[in-house]
């Protein structure tokens, strides 16, 4: 084991903080942070985010206190290291099993800049009324998108691709509505799917794939011949797409709409 935890220097909400990662893989840290009852919301992409009040617990169930720049160097030797710019947040996290076993670890993170082009396979918009309406769309033919093409392009983990229900703000089947395709917009976030390699260490970057969500209008929306669309009050729309484990994305977008960040 290869849990590690830095002294509690980073202030937050009147706290200060410790980051918890392992030099190891990401399957360790996750399981050390469930047996010791740090709640999933606390990881964010690479690590845990732990108040001061839990170092001591830590190092009882296992944690090695090293200094920051110790900690930051094993993370990033370890390839488990996650860039994150200034400005973005990372809402939630979690493990998808695709056909065949392999996993993808999926984060959705809030950014005022889109992701990587080269590694991004789908833009999705939040386009809203003046009622707080939410358009959406439901495709001809199940895990189609525009002009028939696959809603996310090349595969995530070689095993299907990154806008399958359920992995970010993309997919949907024949009864499912879903996110229209845009153009354009303004960048509100994405989902980052990041595929397990061997040992439980991270793929390298080139291989994780983005579904980008910005926020759009009405001109923006691009629709497939057959393809259904209709506004939905934003408390409904979530339930309209099957309540995806990425709508509080949406949610987050909604609320900076509400606060006049829209376009």
């Known amino acids: 084991m290869a849990v590690l935890v830095d002294p509690p220097r980073w202030p937050a909400h009147g706290r200060e903080w ?26 964010e992409g690479d690590h845990y985010d732990v108040s001061s009040e839990r170092l001591a617990d830590l ?11 110790e900690l930051l160097r094993r993370l990033v030797a370890s390839g488990l290291r996650v860039p994150k710019r200034r400005g973005q947040q990372v809402l939630g996290s979690w493990v998808e099993v695709r056909p065949g076993g392999d996993e993808v670890h999926v984060d959705l993170v809030v950014s005022v800049e889109p992701p990587p082009a080269a590694t991004t396979r789908g833009v999705r918009g939040l386009v809203v009324d003046g009622e707080r309406r939410v358009l959406l769309r439901r495709p001809r033919f199940a895990g189609q998108d525009v002009a028939g093409q696959d809603v996310a392009g090349p595969d995530v983990a070689g095993q299907g691709g990154a806008g399958q229900d359920g992995a970010g703000p993309a997919g949907a089947g024949p009864d499912r509505w879903a996110l229209p395709v845009v153009g354009r917009g303004r960048p509100l976030g994405f989902s980052r799917h990041r595929p397990v390699a061997a040992g439980g260490r991270r793929a390298p970057a080139s291989r994780w794939r983005h579904i980008a969500l910005v926020a759009g209008t009405p001109d923006d929306v ?16 979530g339930r309209a797409c099957g309540a995806p484990p990425w709508w509080p994305l949406v949610v987050h977008g909604l609320e900076a709409a509400a606060l006049g960040g829209g376009r």
């Open 222 to 237: 691009v629709l497939a011949d057959g393809d259904e669309a209709r506004l939905v009050a934003a408390t409904d729309a």
């Open 59 to 69: 190092q009882a169930a296992g944690a090695t206190l090293v200094p920051a720049g």
């Open 18 to 43: 410790s980051h918890l990662v392992s030099d190891v893989s990401l399957d360790e840290l996750h399981a050390f942070a469930r047996r010791v009852g740090i709640p999933a919301r606390g990881f």
